[in-house]
């Protein structure tokens, strides 16, 4: 029996999808018309017209109004599992990280934060959201929750310019050692999108991340919302074979 016929507007995705792999298209390549390439693939410009707003929403290529349809930027990686500073290792990188703080506030948490945090339900908490950018494009919006007791004056260190794990190091003698993480597929708010400069309902990726010092206290309790047009997650994998015979992927 046959399989499902896939799209022929899908076939040309990949296929732009492998010479942008490939490296026959770079970043900054500007794309030939819909009559060029109509006419390089064989098919009507409505069929490379549906191509192109795949590739579009997959963030792989942008267009400019005026100038054309060019090879975006790549996106950044950065690892599924991993514990990731983001000044830091976008540096690293040779991009410039930025970043904006859109709130901070010093408010009685959620029950549910609470209790993440293990604090009592009418303590206080530092809550506030920070925008990143990489090379002045924006790329996530971070939020922290923490236990004002543990940083007392917390809000008058400039975290536009600090890594928050240094200011809890450096200042208050907080050493952030692991976090228990989690990660899921979500769709951005209208303010988010906002913020973010995307489309209201534009894939995110949305990791959950609570954190704790060496002793095992919890310090930390927040978010990372990604674009998903400009982030990508990796991971290893490690084939291990079961009783049976046959093979599953495990990570390590």
Not at 39 to 64: H, K, P, S
Not at 149 to 176: C, K, N, Q
């Amino acid at each position: 029996m046959s399989g499902p016929v896939i799209p022929v507007y899908m076939q040309i995705v990949d296929t732009m999808l492998e010479r942008i792999e490939q490296g026959e298209l770079t970043p900054g390549d500007r794309l030939a018309p819909e009559r060029a390439l109509a006419g390089d693939f064989g098919v009507n410009r409505r069929t490379i017209r549906q191509a192109l707003e795949v590739l579009e929403r997959r963030g792989l290529i942008e267009r400019r109004q005026g100038s054309g349809t060019f090879i975006s930027e790549p996106r950044m990686e950065r690892g599924a599992s991993e514990f990731f500073h983001f000044t830091e290792r976008i540096r690293q990188r040779g991009f410039a990280a930025g970043s904006e703080v859109l709130s901070l506030e010093r408010v009685v948490p959620s029950p549910f934060v609470a209790t993440e945090l293990e604090i009592s339900p009418d303590a206080e908490i530092y809550r506030f959201h920070r925008l990143r950018t990489i090379s002045s494009r924006p790329v996530l919006i971070e939020t922290f929750a923490l236990p004002a007791d543990l940083v007392p004056g917390f809000d008058a260190f400039d975290v536009t310019e600090r890594s928050v794990y240094e200011i809890m190091r450096t200042e208050y003698d907080i050493h952030v050692a692991y976090a228990r993480q989690s990660l899921e597929a979500v769709a951005l708010s209208q303010i988010e999108a906002q913020w973010l400069g995307a489309s209201p309902g534009a894939p995110a990726m949305l990791e959950r991340r609570l954190a704790f010092d060496e002793q095992g206290r919890p310090v930390d309790f927040g978010t990372d919302l990604y674009r998903g047009d400009r982030v990508r997650f990796v991971t290893d994998a490690a084939t291990v074979a079961v009783p049976t015979g046959t093979e599953v992927s495990a990570a390590p």
